[in-house]
């Protein structure tokens, strides 16, 4: 039997979040492979190798799901959110590019998931309910300038924003500098939406005004989204609704 | 028994991409709103009153739903992909906003949905897999030049860009001028995917580089991606593969 790749995105957290498409590519897997956190969301059973590695590995995880599908493996490999943002889609294929010739010839499907900042817009209305951008605010990859660059331009085409990887113990300082960025750019207090763990146990939500976000209200689960200079809060408290128009008046 | 409004996304079109979420929300419901061929994806069931309207209704619909949900109805509003993605959330919202007070005390659920920019971007790979930006193409609610300014924005940040509603009967012509601006401001031949009905048994999708890229290779049902400067075509033809990669070598 002919082996193959297929990338799935299992939602923010949630069960009743994963599409019932990637449920079913999971139940015709012989391995899985993923990051700790994912693949333990993963029921075991007989015939069914789960490979669980540790975070920052992504390309080592890549290069294995590759060699067991040219082996002839049914492998799943396992993202929170949707697989093509900010997540191991990419990896693979960069670890494809990088890879022997006959790799390219595997079959490989990536199926969509609910990705982190649709499920924080909707916990709290529609504030992506425009144009918006979505940036990963890591500079594990990418230099500090050209974040800073990308946040000025996005808040000069007064985009919506949605920042994926805000803050982590080895980056405590970025998003500060990034709201100093924002308040500089924007001038205004548009709402920003700090969304942590959506859709888990543990999530918790909280929407300020851009001149009273501060860097420790986000760590490395939280989502956080901005407004655009056209976003409303209709509703605050425990419960808020929050919404970008469809409309622009000239 | 006190009403609600679930707005729920119904994904690109596939039943196997619409979440159990979303589904058990529809089990519940008294009432169905939304636009013709989403309600008619919804199964005829006792004690369920459909509700279809033709497009361009949204408001109309939206204090529909409040009025129903006001008057003790449990009303699911259908959208197609993410309702908060160019779809009826906003719509929703606005409506609320406009509407009595004592509409702001009622139960308002969004439900998240896979949106056609994503499953547009997995079905060909991962070229949303790094920084980028969603724009609706439609000028009916916004002033034209303020899309202009967007897409060189989104150019001049180095933004994969997905663009929603790229062109319809009645906006023939604002597609070609979106490819005029974008070969301007980009000046290479990166790729531009056309995914036509994603995940339906009308499926079209067509990967070619910007500078061979025309209007009539998109329609209303069309979801239209363009890669950033980095985006790469790993595999053509039938089955293509286009990511972007996670790093950027400054």
């Given at each position: 039997?002919?082996?193959?790749?297929?990338?799935?995105?299992?939602?923010?957290?949630?069960?009743?979040?994963?599409?019932?498409?990637?449920?079913?590519?999971?139940?015709?897997?012989?391995?899985?492979?993923?990051?700790?956190?994912?693949?333990?969301?993963?029921?075991?059973?007989?015939?069914?190798?789960?490979?669980?590695?540790?975070?920052?590995?992504?390309?080592?995880?890549?290069?294995?799901?590759?060699?067991?599908?040219?082996?002839?493996?049914?492998?799943?490999?396992?993202?929170?959110?949707?697989?093509?943002?900010?997540?191991?889609?990419?990896?693979?294929?960069?670890?494809l590019?990088a890879g022997p010739?006959?790799w390219?010839?595997?079959?490989?499907?990536?199926?969509?998931?609910?990705?982190?900042?649709?499920?924080?817009?909707?916990?709290?209305?529609?504030?992506?309910?425009?144009?918006?951008?979505?940036?990963?605010?890591?500079?594990?990859?990418?230099?500090?300038?050209?974040?800073?660059?990308?946040?000025?331009?996005?808040?000069?085409?007064?985009?919506?924003?949605?920042?994926?990887?805000?803050?982590?113990?080895?980056?405590?300082?970025?998003?500060?500098?990034?709201?100093?960025?924002?308040?500089?750019?924007?001038?205004?207090?548009?709402?920003?939406?700090?969304?942590?763990?959506?859709?888990?146990?543990?999530?918790?939500?909280?929407?300020?005004?851009?001149?009273?976000?501060?860097?420790?209200?986000?760590?490395?689960?939280?989502?956080?989204?901005?407004?655009?200079?056209?976003?409303?809060?209709?509703?605050?408290?425990?419960?808020?609704?929050?919404?970008?128009?469809?409309?622009?008046?000239?």
């Open positions: 039997m002919s082996g193959h790749v297929t990338i799935v995105g299992l939602g923010p957290g949630a069960d009743d979040l994963v599409t019932p498409q990637v449920t079913a590519a999971i139940e015709q897997a012989t391995d899985i492979i993923g990051y700790i956190p994912y693949v333990a969301r993963i029921a075991p059973r007989e015939g069914l190798t789960l490979h669980a590695t540790d975070n920052r590995v992504e390309l080592d995880r890549s290069r294995h799901a590759l060699e067991l599908a040219a082996a002839g493996h049914r492998v799943v490999v396992v993202s929170s959110g949707d697989p093509g943002v900010f997540a191991m889609a990419a990896a693979v294929f960069e670890a590019e010739e006959h390219r010839e595997l079959p490989i499907d990536v199926l969509p998931g609910i990705t982190a900042m649709l499920a924080a817009a909707a916990r709290v209305g529609a504030p992506l309910g425009h144009d918006f951008c979505a940036i990963n605010l890591s500079d594990n990859l990418k230099p500090w300038a050209l974040i800073e660059k990308r946040l000025r331009l996005a808040a000069e085409a007064d985009f919506a924003m949605a920042f994926y990887n805000p803050r982590s113990k080895s980056r405590p300082d970025g998003f500060a500098r990034v709201l100093d960025v924002l308040n500089a750019a924007c001038g205004d207090d548009r709402p920003v939406i700090f969304a942590r763990a959506v859709s888990t146990p543990e999530e918790e939500i909280r929407v300020v005004p851009l001149t009273q976000a501060t860097p420790e209200m986000a760590d490395m689960r939280t989502m956080v989204l901005v407004g655009s200079s056209l976003t409303r809060v209709l509703r605050e408290g425990d419960d808020p609704l929050v919404y970008t128009p469809r409309s622009v008046v000239p």
